[in-house]
């Protein structure tokens, strides 16, 4: 599913233009198919146990939900900003490139000229591989020679239309570029699934769902999915916002209320008593993982009631 490697991409003309038309309907009836989706039927299988017909029907539910928000949903809703984009220059070296492939353990860099106001287009970590890596480390390196297209859109274009526009171009990266030609933002075609069938991990990212690491006296690391009951159940502080409505349910929920926002990877958020939430992993999107450093008062502490 992906360009050519000599970085043009062929697009199916076998088909009527009327399919090729880039309405979030079209958008909606491929996806539905992809996905399963019976175009809101929520009859369940007789032959599956009651359990499991509902937890599908929910799913499919949301993802209908999902299909409609891509019509209101704008590709600035969802793309990375401009801060948090990773790309290489076309005068890189090959040891440069690498190690942000290594570190990032993405398969698609953009690359740019000489700022990333002026980008070229994007390099495939596989066509890297091929060409300068199993040994070959004494060809001499060209970045150009690697270089595929990406796609370049606007900030209110529907994710829906970008979608389609990625699967008939068959590029899955593209820039956002605000009204004075400037790079505003990124957008892969992982974060537009996203949309539809929630987070999608790969073998890179961690496993959040047992994260739970006692650094220190007071002190602990946790994803920001965990349940904030449980948190408080295990630490014995409560930190849930009394007399508030629509109370979150997870702890990322509960900074992101106190912030207002999604908070930016390093900051720290304070808590109304005094406990400090740090950012470790965030995107622009939602808060991944964060310290917490619980400021205990007397009524929290049991050695002091136990004193008593």
């Not at 009836?29 to 299988?45: H, Q, V």
């Given at each position: 599913?992906?360009?050519?490697?000599?970085?043009?991409?062929?697009?199916?003309?076998?088909?009527?233009?009327?399919?090729?038309?880039?309405?979030?309907?079209?958008?909606?009836?491929?996806?539905?198919?992809?996905?399963?989706?019976?175009?809101?039927?929520?009859?369940?299988?007789?032959?599956?146990?009651?359990?499991?017909?509902?937890?599908?029907?929910?799913?499919?539910?949301?993802?209908?939900?999902?299909?409609?928000?891509?019509?209101?949903?704008?590709?600035?809703?969802?793309?990375?900003?401009?801060?948090?984009?990773?790309?290489?220059?076309?005068?890189?070296?090959r040891d440069e490139v690498l190690g942000v492939f290594i570190e990032h353990t993405w398969t698609r860099l953009p690359v740019y000229s000489e700022t990333l106001d002026q980008p070229l287009g994007l390099v495939h970590f596989k066509d890297f591989a091929l060409k300068y890596g199993f040994g070959r480390s004494d060809d001499a390196f060209e970045m150009k020679g690697l270089i595929r297209p990406l796609l370049y859109v606007p900030p209110s274009m529907p994710i829906g239309v970008l979608l389609h526009k990625m699967q008939i171009a068959r590029i899955h990266m593209a820039l956002v570029i605000d009204e004075y030609g400037g790079v505003d933002g990124l957008v892969t075609i992982e974060d537009l699934l996203e949309q539809i069938v929630g987070d999608i991990a790969d073998e890179h990212d961690e496993d959040e769902s047992g994260i739970w690491i006692v650094e220190g006296p007071d002190v602990y690391v946790a994803a920001a999915r965990m349940d904030l009951e449980d948190f408080e159940t295990e630490t014995g502080v409560q930190i849930s916002l009394p007399n508030r409505d629509e109370e979150p349910d997870t702890l990322g929920g509960l900074v992101f209320r106190i912030a207002g926002r999604v908070p930016e990877r390093g900051e720290i958020v304070i808590h109304e008593d005094g406990h400090e939430f740090e950012i470790l992993d965030a995107d622009a999107r939602r808060i991944k993982r964060l310290r917490v450093r619980l400021k205990r008062h007397r009524d929290d502490d049991p050695l002091a009631e136990a004193a008593e």
């Open positions: 599913m992906g360009e050519k490697a000599d970085g043009k991409s062929e697009p199916d003309h076998s088909r009527d233009e009327s399919e090729d038309s880039e309405s979030p309907g079209r958008s909606h009836s491929i996806l539905a198919r992809l996905f399963g989706l019976n175009g809101g039927s929520d009859e369940p299988d007789e032959t599956e146990p009651s359990s499991v017909a509902a937890a599908e029907t929910l799913r499919a539910r949301n993802m209908l939900v999902n299909l409609r928000n891509m019509r209101t949903l704008k590709v600035n809703d969802v793309s990375v900003p401009r801060a948090d984009i990773v790309a290489v220059p076309v005068d890189a070296e």
